[in-house]
């Protein structure tokens, strides 16, 4: 046997909802340099769901869908309130959240393919308003419902202030969610597909998923970034803070990636998203800590900045609360997750390798007495 630690270059499916080829991105096809530009994240779920784009009346249809499925039941909000909240971070409350979603779902263990896409339909339509709910909640404050007029980027923020967003917080949300949308075999979307591939249940699958996600090696690197960029405090100090932390051969969060090494090209989008909100905001020293960081770490490391790196530089310029960096990719990804979820039960078969075996052999069992 011979292993591959961290399953690297391993190929352990085909998939037809995103690939990453020669550093290039993209979900069903279509790149996502185009995707960011153009597209609704609706568009992108509907994309990544369908294997096509929707012509109006599909989009309008899935629109309606995702609105009018959007309210979670009011036991789930109850039991948010019964949270721990003076210290338990907004990815847990996600993931418990969801996981009791699925006990008031009667469907939640029908495994037949249309019931299975009505599922995704509501955690897709749901993930947005638990985020949000626990987040008002924890602040003393009632959840707003969801609105059935506002898109889905809209209504996450709607959901999270009480307040309608603008057009450029729309705008620069429906980004961020359509960059993070999918991802190939990321750890997250693995641990999914794992999951169901034993014929677990959906709910099941995102479970897992946001716990792994939840990691700071994975999507909690975001949160991670922006604690970093606090610390620094200012331009200043970028240089012999991160110089210090090379030294010290501690990670620097937002860098690097197992399958990019000339690049993500998710990056670049939100670097201009990150100089235009803090310029914006008035708070560019966030940009510009973040540009000098980059450029020491690619100098002296060779690594270059992944999806995270600047998207929380981006959250934190729509006034988003740092430990809800990491939910609102769950929220993206959810439609990633699905998309797979849907393909692996289409063509299921457990996975499951083999580990190396290294521990001690052939030892005779003493009994309980008799050991010191
Ligand atoms: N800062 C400093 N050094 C790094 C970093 C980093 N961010 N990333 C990798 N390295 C170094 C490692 O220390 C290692 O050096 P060594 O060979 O001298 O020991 C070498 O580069 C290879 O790194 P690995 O951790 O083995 O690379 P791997 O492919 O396993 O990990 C990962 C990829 C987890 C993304 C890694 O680059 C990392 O930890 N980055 C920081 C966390 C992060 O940003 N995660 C988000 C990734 S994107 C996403 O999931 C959405």
Do not use: G, K, S
């Given at each position: 046997m011979s292993v591959t630690r961290g399953l690297e270059g391993v190929v352990a499916t085909t998939s037809s909802v995103s690939s990453i080829i020669e550093s290039v991105l993209t979900y069903q096809g279509y790149d996502i340099d185009e995707l960011a530009e153009h597209a609704s994240f609706e568009e992108v779920i509907y994309l990544l769901w369908n294997g096509k784009l929707p012509n109006k009346v599909e989009l309008k249809e899935l629109a309606d869908e995702l609105a009018n499925n959007a309210e979670i039941p009011q036991e789930v909000i109850e039991q948010m309130k019964a949270y721990p909240l003076d210290r338990v971070h907004p990815m847990g409350a996600l993931r418990t959240a969801i996981s009791s979603l699925g006990l008031y779902d009667?469907?939640?263990?029908?495994?037949?393919e249309a019931a299975n896409k009505r599922k995704a339909l509501k955690l897709q339509a749901q993930v947005s308003t638990v985020v949000t709910a626990f987040s008002r909640i924890r602040e003393g404050k009632e959840p707003v419902a969801p609105r059935t007029d506002l898109s889905f980027a809209a209504n996450f923020l709607y959901m999270l202030t009480g307040e309608e967003p603008d057009e450029i917080a729309v705008d620069a949300f429906n980004k961020a969610l359509v960059l993070h949308a999918d991802h190939e075999l990321n750890a997250s979307t693995f641990t999914a597909r794992v999951c169901v591939a034993t014929l677990s249940d959906v709910y099941s699958g995102i479970t897992a998923a946001i716990g792994a996600l939840k990691g700071p090696l994975h999507g909690g690197a975001n949160e991670q970034v922006m604690a970093m960029l606090t610390e620094i405090g200012d331009v200043e100090n970028v240089e012999p803070y991160i110089r210090k932390a090379l030294d010290n051969k501690q990670k620097i969060m937002g860098f690097g990636h197992r399958v990019y090494k000339n690049g993500d090209p998710r990056a670049k989008h939100l670097r201009e998203m990150s100089k235009k909100l803090t310029s914006i905001t008035g708070e560019s020293k966030w940009y510009e800590m973040s540009v000098k960081i980059e450029e020491i770490v690619t100098n002296e490391k060779g690594l270059l900045p992944n999806v995270d790196f600047y998207s929380a530089s981006v959250y934190h310029s729509l006034g988003i609360k740092h430990d809800l960096f990491t939910p609102i990719f769950a929220v993206s990804r959810m439609s990633g997750w699905l998309a797979h979820i849907l393909e692996q039960y289409s063509n299921n078969r457990l996975i499951r390798p083999r580990a190396e075996y290294v521990g001690p052999n052939k030892r005779q069992y003493v009994r309980l007495e008799e050991r010191n």
């Open positions: 009667e469907e939640a263990d029908l495994m037949d």
